[in-house]
């Protein structure tokens, strides 16, 4: 038999066979080769069309069900670590079901998609060396900040008054849903950890990287304080690094609650 020949032969049992274990999913099936991906993704929402093209451009094949897979991804073992990124991805996000989340889940992620983005966490490493044109641009973060913004303060007009006393156990609740991506009680993240943060003074977690203007501030955190950080962080410490507010009225009072009892 030829050299030439074996060559043959061997390739096509490699071939063969990785394309038979790709029919294996041990990180999980991802459906990548029985559905049609027709139809369009986040078509009838609200998000403008900028930031829904960078969503579209740079996240959905991994984070909803409209995978474009390409050819490669065919071939175990690619094929299985490609699924695990993807089935993970859309159990963290999915912007196919992006209908069906809550205004306040909509809000939280937009969040997170900034927090993700402007640290270049997002998208993986790993798919930005096979898809070189998808790495967050300067224009990507304006646009996606301008939309996350945009919305919050639409809400701001329509939130609802203040109906009852803060309420801790809804507070807590609250917490858990919007705060959580950044803080924790008791260890310091994105955000210094917020346990013991009522009538401490601002800035004054000595091992949490503030920014300068927070630590110069000196507030005490108390009711009225913390009322005016969660409406609007900037309007009480220009400069300062937390990008987030919490529209509702009812939503701050609990909140202020639960981090008093909480202490
Ligand atoms: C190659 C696949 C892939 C791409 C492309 C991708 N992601 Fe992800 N993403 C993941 C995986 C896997 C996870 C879950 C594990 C993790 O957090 O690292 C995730 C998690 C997330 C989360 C949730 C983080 C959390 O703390 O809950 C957000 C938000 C997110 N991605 C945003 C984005 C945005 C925005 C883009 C596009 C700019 C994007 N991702 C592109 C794979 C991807
Ligand atoms: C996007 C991330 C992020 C989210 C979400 C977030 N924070 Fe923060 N928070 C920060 C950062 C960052 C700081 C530090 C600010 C600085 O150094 O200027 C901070 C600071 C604070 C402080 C001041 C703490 C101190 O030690 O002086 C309080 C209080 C606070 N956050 C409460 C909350 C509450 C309550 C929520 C939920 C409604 C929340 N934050 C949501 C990022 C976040």
């Known amino acids: 038999m ?12 490699g071939i063969a066979s990785s394309l038979l274990f790709a029919r294996a999913h041990p990180f999980g099936d991802a459906g990548l080769y029985a559905q049609s991906h027709s139809g369009s993704i986040l078509q009838h929402t609200d998000i403008p069309p ?56 909509q809000q939280a992620f937009k969040t997170k998609i900034l ?24 224009r ?19 939130a609802a008054s203040v109906t009852t006393e803060g309420d801790a156990a809804r507070g807590k609740d609250v917490f858990e849903r919007r705060c959580t991506g950044c803080h924790s009680l008791d260890q310091n993240r994105e955000g210094p950890r917020l346990n013991g943060v009522f009538g401490r003074v601002s800035g004054s977690v000595s091992d949490f990287g503030y920014s300068t203007v927070i630590k110069q501030a000196h507030i005490t955190w108390n009711e009225t304080t913390l009322e005016k950080w969660l409406t609007d962080p900037d309007a009480l410490v220009p400069g300062n690094n937390m990008e987030f507010r919490v529209a509702k009225p009812q939503e701050r009072k609990d909140l202020v609650r639960f981090l008093e009892v909480s202490n």
């Open 50 to 105: 900028d930031a829904r093209e960078t969503l579209l451009t740079k996240c959905a094949d991994c984070h909803s069900t409209q995978t474009r897979s390409p050819l490669y991804g065919r071939f175990a073992p690619v094929s299985w670590l490609m699924e695990r990124d993807i089935v993970e991805a859309r159990e963290a996000m999915n912007l196919s079901r992006w209908d069906s989340y809550s205004a306040e889940e």
């Open 2 to 13: 030829s050299s030439a020949r074996s060559m043959v032969i061997v390739c096509t049992i």
């Open 115 to 138: 927090l993700e983005t402007k640290s270049h966490h997002m998208p993986l490493p790993q798919y930005r060396v096979i898809h070189w044109n998808t790495r967050i641009t300067e």
């Open 140 to 158: 990507d973060i304006n646009v996606l900040t301008q939309w996350a913004r945009q919305s919050q303060s639409i809400s701001v007009s329509q």
